[in-house]
Structures are given as structure tokens and as C-alpha cells.
């Protein structure tokens, strides 16, 4: 799950801080349990929406194929990492922090009742009232800890504050995969997504009952000298980028095809233009001294793109492949605990209504490379030959977003192991640098999607599932690289950023995030176009290894300046 993202801490920074006095301000439980609920019902969301929009719609579902699908929530991801931006200018200088929080979470609650309402109208609604919200909601939550925590007498308890706030990020994502599949296989997906609001009204409820306790921290931030106003950055940042994003879903129409697979990849790719422009013209008009530290913060924003395309890849890639390509028949000495907790889906193989597939019953694309959706059997049938279909039409398997739990098990379970074993090393001043996590970090990255190759080459994908423990490995392995990644976005933005334009760098930084997640989803709508799935994961691969091989290359240089602008700034 995301560490740094939500807490602005590094496990490594969380562990080991001074107690000082016991206790802590109820303020700090207020954000707890808002949070706890809050990624409850974000994680429930996003765990499911991608198998949601693939199910068959006799099912319940929409019945999109795999390219449609991928598109839509690629295009999700992108917008939900791209609203905190502007959500976050609007909290420091005009709304405060805790109406904006308040206002992100009833529009995320409306938002996920709204996609359990049937049709693509509510939706699509739901998903903009999602987007919204988590614009206001993410950025403001962990701004109103810090700002809490600032107080003189709670600095040295601050960095154990914000491990017992990212404790309850990984219990929310954790427990709601399991809610999600108890109430979407023996009631509907409508109910699932109700769940999500059920989590969001919670968190919502609790927050307003709590909110006189974390007044202190709701700090509105005045426009000091050097601060760029709101509208010259609607003026030079979002107005150009709905002009390009609307250039970019008529591209199609003007040239005759679209450049990126569909119109909102397009769309989203066009808009991304003028905003790197402006940051790039940021660095061009800073001083030398500036441009330093901006220099590293880019190089850096640069290189873990690649990191959050594998890491969204648990949302689309690695969805799919624990749908529709891992053997998760539940063994029968199993089943007594796995169907009270709603592990168990049962799935059909009615296939009266199978068209247009090849012999391995995949969907056949058409002339333009789109696939039609096969109907009457589920996707986990229809890469398999038919003498392997269950003879009673029926087969029990483990729920596909029970998956989504063995990232944040596995963070609960490294953190404390990762976080020792750096402390040993620092005693020994043998700690490496910073960078060097990163680039570690990066490779390690790169071998979870070595491993995904390594399990295609296990057995013939289309004759036989692979085993879960190869997905479960990948997880595992890809979580010792988040460690060494995720906490370092935000840390790295307050470190080398002027002060001046921070709240505009943690923008470039969200940018940064919703690039990858749209990349993701864009890889993913070609997935029925790799025959060979290897060749997949080896992009994954091969982007993973040159990325670290640039961070290790600038290793030196980074550390160096991390250590300049904190010096400056002592």
C-alpha cells in the first residue's frame, strides 16, 4: 500500500523515534480511525472495479473486455493521483483543512453508493464524485497530523505518531478484500461497492465527532511573497491542459486513429503536456541555486515513474493474471474456514452462448484489435481447453481480490524486519545512501515482474493455470522493493524543493503518480495482444533495470545534494 504517499513518514524514520511523554493527543486517534475507514473503502473499491467491469453481465457485471476495462481504470487511477493537487492548494489557502476532508469524504461516500445504483450513467458519476473527493481528501488528511505534531512538546513524538497512522492505512486495506468477496458472491457487486460508502460514512462520521480535536492543526497558509496565486496556476496549468486533453479525445477524429490505443489515453497523455511544460519552466527561471535541488527532485520523479507502473500493475497486470491465469481451486481441507470469510467464488462454464473464440475459448479481436466479450462462461475458463472444464459446470475457487490482501499483510510483516536490518547497518555506518535504496529498491521491483516471467515459463498458460504461489512470491518480493521506494516521494519533495513552490513540487509528485497509473492501464489494454505473456513482464523488466542502473549512476550526485539542502536548512 502507499507509505509515503499517505503518511509523509518512512517506516525507517517511524521506528525507533523518542517517546517522549506518554500519550498522545486524541487528535492523532480522530485521524486514525478516519483514515483506517477511509483506505477501508478505497481499497475495497479499486480491489474489485477492474473485475467488476470484466464480469459477465449475467453475473452482475459490466461485461467490458479486457482493453476496455484496463482503459477505464488506468484512466481512474491517473485522475485520483491527479486531483490532490489542486485539493490541496484549495485546503491551504482558502477551505482549511478540515472542511476539505470533510467535503472529499461525503463526495467519496456519495461516490461509492453511487456505483452500486446499476448503469453506466451512475458509474461514470460515481467515479467523478470519487475523483473530486479523493482530491480533497488525500492531500490533507497527513498535512493535518504534521501540522498537529509541529507543536514543541509533540515533535519528539511525531514519527511514532505517523507509524500508528500508517498501521491503520494496512488494516483498512487489508480487512476490506474480505468484506468485498463475502458480500459480491453471495449478494452482487452493488452491495460490495455499498460497503466502500458503509467505510467512507464511517470514517466520515468519526471524523466530525472527533473534529474539535484536531483544530490546532487546521492552518490556513497566507499567500506570501514568491507564492504563485491559484489563478495564474488555473491560467498556466489546468486551462492549457483541458484544452490539450480535449485536442487529445478528438485526435482520433482529426488524424483518423488514436495515437496512445484509445481517446483517453490521448486525452490524458495531450493534458500531461503543457503541465510538464510548466514545471520544466519552473527549472529554466529558477536561480542556480534552486535548480540544484529541482534538478535531483526531477531526476528523481523521472525514474520512479517506472516504479509505480509495476506498482499498479496490482490493479490491472497482476489482476488479471490472478483472475484468469492462477489455479485458485480451494483445496478441500480449506473450504470450512475460507466460506464463512467469503473467500470461495463459484463460478459457471455455461458456454450456450460462446462466440467468435479460439481453441483455448479466448475472445477472437476483430479487424481494429478490439475483443468482443465472451458471454456465458467465466474469464477463468476461457484460457483453458474444454475437456479441462469442470463435468458439473461448477467450480469453487478462491475470490480473486483476497489477492489484493497479501501487499499490505506483507508490509505489516517486512517493515520491522527491514527496518532492524538498516538500523544494524547504520550502527555500523554501513547504511547505504538514500539513492542507493532506491536503486535497489527499483531492481527489486524488476525481479517481482522476473518472477511473473519465470511462472509463465513454469507450464502452457493456456493448458494449465500457475500456482499461487508464484503471484504470492511476486507480491512478497515486490513489497521489499516498496519499502525502499515509497516511503521516499514526499521526504524527498520537502527536502530539495524551494520553499516557495513546495505545495507546487508535491503536485509535480502526484503528477508523477498519475503518469504511471495511466501507463499502467494503458500496458493492460494491450494485454490480449500479447500472445507470449512473457513479453508483458520483460517491459516491466527491462525498464526496471535501466531505471535503477540511472539511479545508482546519479547515487552520488543525489546523496550530495540531499546533504546541501539539509544543511541549508538547519
Known amino acids: 500500500m502507499e507509505l509515503e504517499q499517505e503518511t509523509g513518514m518512512s517506516p525507517m524514520q517511524m521506528e525507533g523515534a523518542p517517546n517522549g511523554k506518554k500519550g498522545h493527543p486524541r487528535g492523532l486517534w480522530v485521524l486514525f480511525g478516519t483514515e483506517m475507514w477511509e483506505r477501508f473503502g478505497y ?11 470484466i464480469d459477465p453481465t449475467a453475473n452482475g457485471g459490466k461485461g467490458f473486455n479486457t482493453k476496455t476495462a484496463a482503459d477505464l481504470v488506468g484512466s481512474y487511477i491517473a485522475l485520483v493521483y491527479l486531483t490532490p493537487f489542486i485539493g490541496g492548494l484549495i485546503a491551504d489557502r482558502y477551505l482549511g483543512y478540515r472542511r476539505a476532508i470533510a467535503l472529499g469524504g461525503a463526495l467519496l461516500a456519495l461516490g461509492y453508493y453511487t456505483l452500486a445504483v446499476p448503469g453506466n450513467t451512475a458509474m461514470y458519476l460515481g467515479l467523478l464524485f470519487i475523483i473530486v473527493g479523493n482530491g480533497f481528501f488525500k492531500p490533507n488528511i497527513s498535512t493535518l497530523l504534521g501540522n498537529i505534531y509541529n507543536r514543541e512538546d509533540l515533535k519528539p513524538k511525531k514519527d511514532v505518531a505517523y ?20 458480500l459480491r458472491n453471495h449478494y452482487g457487486w452493488g452491495y460490495a461497492f455499498a460497503a466502500a460508502g458503509v467505510g467512507m460514512t464511517i470514517a466520515l462520521i468519526w471524523f466530525l465527532l472527533g473534529i474539535k480535536h484536531v483544530k490546532e492543526g487546521d492552518i490556513k497558509k497566507k499567500l506570501e511573497k514568491g507564492d504563485m496565486p491559484m489563478s495564474k ?33 490521448d486525452a490524458f497523455m495531450f493534458a500531461c503536456v503543457p503541465i510538464v511544460i510548466f514545471y520544466v519552466g519552473l527549472y529554466v527561471r529558477s536561480s542556480k541555486e534552486d535548480k540544484r535541488g529541482l534538478g535531483a527532485l526531477f531526476a528523481f520523479f523521472i525514474v520512479s515513474i517506472v516504479f509505480w507502473v509495476i506498482y499498479n500493475q496490482n490493479s490491472t497486470g497482476l489482476t488479471i493474471w490472478a483472475d484468469q491465469y492462477t489455479a485458485r481451486k480451494m483445496p478441500e481441507s480449506a473450504k470450512w474456514i475460507a466460506k464463512p470469510f467469503g473467500m470461495i467464488q463459484t463460478v459457471t462454464t455455461d458456454s450456450q452462448s460462446v462466440v467468435k473464440v479460439d481453441e483455448y475459448f479466448r475472445a477472437i479481436p476483430d479487424a481494429k484489435g478490439n475483443t468482443q466479450q465472451v458471454t456465458g462462461i467465466n474469464p477463468y475458463f476461457q484460457n483453458l481447453p474444454k475437456e479441462q472444464w469442470p463435468a458439473n459446470g461448477k467450480e469453487e475457487l478462491i475470490s480473486t481480490e483476497i489477492f489484493q490482501s497479501i501487499n499490505p499483510f506483507f508490509i505489516v510483516l517486512f517493515t520491522p524486519l527491514i527496518v532492524g536490518l538498516f538500523s544494524w547497518l547504520a550502527k555500523r555506518k554501513k547504511e547505504p545512501s538514500t539513492p542507493v535504496k532506491i536503486g535497489m529498491g527499483m531492481w527489486i521491483a524488476g525481479l517481482s515482474s522476473l518472477l511473473m516471467v519465470v ?19 511476486t507480491y512478497a518480493l515486490f513489497t521489499v522493493g516498496e519499502l525502499l521506494i515509497s516511503p521516499i516521494g ?16 508535491m503536485g509535480a509528485w502526484f503528477l508523477v503518480n498519475a503518469i504511471a497509473g495511466k501507463v499502467a492501464g494503458l500496458m493492460a489494454t494491450f494485454w ?14 527491462a525498464a526496471a533495470l535501466v531505471a535503477g542502473g540511472i539511479m545508482f549512476a546519479m547515487s552520488k550526485w543525489l546523496a550530495q545534494v540531499v546533504r546541501e539542502k539539509q544543511e541549508a536548512k538547519q
Open 528 to 541: 490480449d495482444s500479447f500472445t507470449d505473456k512473457k513479453s508483458y513482464f520483460l517491459i516491466l523488466v
Open 233 to 265: 496556476i488555473m491560467g498556466s496549468v489546468f486551462l492549457p491542459a483541458i484544452i490539450a486533453a480535449l485536442i487529445g479525445w478528438f485526435m482520433k477524429d482529426i488524424v483518423g486513429h488514436t495515437l496512445f490505443g484509445t481517446p483517453s489515453n
Open 163 to 182: 507509524n500508528i497512522f500508517y498501521m491503520g492505512i494496512n488494516i483498512g486495506a487489508f480487512a476490506c478484500n474480505f468484506v468485498a468477496a463475502y
Open 43 to 53: 481499497y475495497l473499491m479499486v480491489g474489485i472495479f477492474f473485475l467488476y467491469l
Open 455 to 473: 511462472a509463465i515459463m513454469s507450464t502452457n498458460v493456456y493448458h494449465n493455470k500457475t500456482e499461487m504461489y508464484w503471484i504470492v512470491s
Open 490 to 505: 514526499l521526504s524527498m519533495v520537502s527536502k530539495l524543493s524551494p520553499p516557495r513552490i513546495t505545495a507546487l513540487m
